[in-house]
Every structure is written in C-alpha cells, then in structure tokens.
C-alpha cells in the first residue's frame, strides 16, 4: 500500500456528528472522511480498537506499524501553518506492545507503556468490566481464555462505546453482548482489518467475512 491509501483519522476543529449513528462528537471529535457519506466516528469506522502512538518516536512509530495489521495516520488541522500535521498512528494494541518490546533496550519505552496502560485503564470501569467479561463467558463458553475481557474491555471504552454503554448493555443484555463478541471476532479471527487496511469499503468487507464469524460464533456458543 502506498502512502496516498493510508487510512487517515481527523482530529475535528470544530463541532461534529457521525453521519451513521448520529452521535454528537464534540469540538474535538476524532473522525475519518468516508466517501459519500461524510464523517464517521471510530467506532462506527471500525477503528475503535485502535490505541493512538503519538508521533516522535521514529523507531517505535516504524516497529509499530510493521507490526499492525491496521494502521490509520492522525492529522490535525494547523491554523498557523495551513495545512494537516501528522500527530501520530492509530495501531492495534499488540503491534503496540511487540513494538515496545523491541525497544525494551530503551527505558523511556517502558515508562511510556506504563502511562498509556494507566491512561487506559482509568477509561474503564473496571466492575463494568468484570461484569460484561462474565456475561460474555457465560453467553460464549467456548471462547478462548482471556478472550472476553479483551471483548469487554474494548466495549466499555468510553471513547468508542455504543454497544458497551448503551443502557441495554447496561443490563447486560444478551444481544447487545453479542454484538460485542461478533465486533471482536472480526478483528481477530477474520481477515477483516486487512481488507480494510487494503482499501476495501466496510459494508463490502464485512459482506467477505459473515460466513467466518458465523462459524467462529458456532464454536465459542453452547
Ligand atoms: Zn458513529
């Protein structure tokens, strides 16, 4: 993929709402141009799973993105200088954290990952957590160890949340659960991120993977 096809990520300068779900997202919404269509949330573009690597580490800005099957650049508008600065990558969390491991030899790496872990942490609710990773166990017993509360803890992030926060998935309820999982098993047990790493447009992409999160979905349930 050349530069030109990377997948970019705005930081909005002023007020926006997602064009699909309708969310209201601020002065300082994070937001991807689609086509067609206008803005999108991440979560609505599928990049919510993403973590944000903040520019000026080149080494492990370069491991990073080997690493990541999606990547996505951040731009910000500069008033000043008229024009988008790159401010970092949006990276999958374990391209992340292989990357850091690499630059272990450096000290500054590790100070920073326990940062952002703490960072991302303290976005959680942790009791909700635990909770919505219970109820997925239970709903989908032959999902592998840990699984659930990857599941969980990317729906209750604060940032991407609909399906997390909803007031149904409050009450945890089954199908919000398993939109959860279905959102998850595309990330990691489909090819879904390549395609759209590769360009291909979200409906298209998730049309080419049904068939694989269904057979997933009939091996993790009872
Ligand atoms: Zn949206």
Known sequence: MT????????ISTRESACDECGEDLGPKAWITLVE?????????ADLDHLVFLPSGDA?????????STLVAVVL???????????QGLLVELQALEQAEMECLADSEARSRRCDREAGRRE???QQYVQCFASRVRELFPGCPAGREIVTAEHACLKYSGRVGRSSAAKDLDAQAVRLAVIAHIRHAETKY?????????????????????IRVLAKWEP
């Open 3 to 10: 530069q030109g096809d990377e997948l970019k990520v705005f």
């Open 36 to 44: 067609d269509k206008g803005a999108l949330c991440l979560s609505c």
């Open 76 to 86: 910000k508008w500069s008033r000043a200088r008229k024009r988008y600065e790159r």
């Open 193 to 213: 991120d390549a395609l759209l790493a590769g360009g291909h447009e979200r409906r298209e992409a998730r049309a080419e993977i049904e068939d694989a999160v």
């Open 59 to 67: 080494a492990l800005t370069r491991r990073a993105r080997k690493h």
């Open 123 to 125: 976005g959680l609710d």
